[in-house]
């Protein structure tokens, strides 16, 4: 295959570009596995606090135990009852709702470890890809400079085609005299 040196030059263009692309990706690489490790560090300690707070019963026992109290007042009894267990609902639904946002903590915290974890392993996988690119680079380069040496300056031979038969017109044969309106 010929290349003119109008082509060459086009190609060394496209390679210098993807070469520089190569220069700026080990910077780019560690900087994208920093950011995506904090990541996956953010969603465990997200994790780790929600589950924390999901089996930390203590704050809940003691308000409890505050909103029973003593033994009930003699002759009051029922109105206790009622009294406490108002109280305790509310301290259940509170419970309930610290659990709750713990449970969405939790689960965000794992997509955060879990998007963090997919990006590093998409990361480190892709180096290899860009150190192949590299070399395909250095060989094209090299291949470039081989046929920029033995190019023609801009110069294609002409391409070989068999002469076309003249060939009639069905206007031209058409005449005149062949009797019209005119």
């Known amino acids: 295959m010929e290349l003119t040196k109008n082509e060459i030059e086009i190609a060394d263009r496209y390679v210098s570009k993807r070469e520089r692309q190569l220069a700026q990706w080990p910077h ?20 780790r606090d929600g589950m924390r707070t999901i089996h930390d019963d203590s704050a809940t026992d003691s308000q409890v ?38 449970l969405m903590e939790v689960a965000v915290g794992y997509l955060q470890v879990l998007s963090g974890a997919i990006m590093v392993c998409l990361v480190i996988l892709r180096w290899n890809i860009g ?18 040496q033995g190019a023609a300056p801009n110069s294609r031979p ?23 309106c005119g």
């Open 28 to 47: 780019r690489r560690w900087l994208i596995l920093g950011i995506f490790s904090v990541i996956a560090l953010v969603g465990y300690l997200a994790v």
């Open 131 to 148: 150190e192949r690119d590299a070399l395909i680079c250095k060989l094209l380069r090299a291949k470039l400079q081989e046929l920029e």
């Open 65 to 102: 135990d505050r909103a029973i109290g003593e033994a009930p007042p003699p002759d009051l009894e029922q109105r206790w009852v009622v009294g406490t267990m108002l109280k305790i609902s509310k301290i259940l639904e509170s419970r309930y709702q610290v659990v709750t946002y713990a």
């Open 158 to 180: 002409p391409p070989q085609s068999p002469a076309l038969p003249a060939v009639q017109s069905s206007d031209s044969r058409r005449t005149t005299s062949s009797g019209g």
